[in-house]
């Protein structure tokens, strides 16, 4: 594979998840893990799914949530590794015990993001992230702003990206997260705390995905994210529409 998925190491640590809607947080303890240096690119895409890349170096975008988990199985399949993916249909299971890539969770996402920044922004936005200042019309080659100190390159702003996470599953059912702005957006959308989401089918012209590694023992959670979690706040309601970030946060 021409265009390797390079990954970085983070160490473990915890991270507070804010919760808009229901005004809380919570603090999750994260197991190291890997995630990608950068957003998977047009080049990896083709490479991995046998398809044509018209702008190599850009991050790969109009991906659905569902697809963006099938492409996490594919590069597993190229590498030999266990896919962290079951299919029933569109529903999806995550194997946790498997090591092969997969979306990070919102926690890792997060963490890996702020690099220890307890900020909006690991850095000054004009000099970490791809926004509607630049004034761009399409998203920019990937590491071409400053990265974080985990070394991750363009976790904010470009495009958004994928988590595996449901975003509220008392109002919005089975749509997923996604993090981290996009070119097109402003300052307030492309913080580090600021959670989005959509459908598993749908797909937008501003979100991409960056691949994670890492297995745990516990079927059913790992890092932040449970299935009995999820199943519990199918029940819970408020008055707020979840998915957005009160400011200060």
Known sequence: MTGDIELAR?????????????????????????????????????????????????????????????I????????????????????????????????????????ACRAGSTGPHYAPLTDAAWTSADGVNTPQPVGLKLPNLNGLFDTLGNVWEWCWDLLDPARYDDYRVFRGGGFADDAWSVRASVRRGGAPRMHHEDVGLRLARGAFDTPGEAQGWSARADRERTLIDGALPSGWTPRGQ
């Not at 507070?16 to 197991?31: C, F, G, I, N, S």
């Not at 997969?102 to 890792?108: G, I, K, S, V």
């Open 10 to 70: 983070i160490s473990e640590g915890s991270v507070t998840l804010h919760d808009a809607r229901r005004k809380m947080q919570r603090v999750v303890e994260l197991a190291e893990f890997e995630i990608g240096v950068y957003p998977i690119t047009e080049e990896q895409l083709a490479e991995i799914l046998g398809i044509s890349a018209r702008n190599p170096r850009h991050p790969a975008r109009d991906v659905s949530w569902l697809r963006a988990v099938r």
């Open 72 to 111: 996490c199985n594919a590069a597993s399949d190229w590498e030999g590794l266990d896919p962290a993916y079951r299919f029933d249909g569109e529903d999806v299971t995550w194997d946790v015990t498997a090591d092969g890539y997969r979306l990070p969770t919102e926690a890792e996402w997060e963490f």
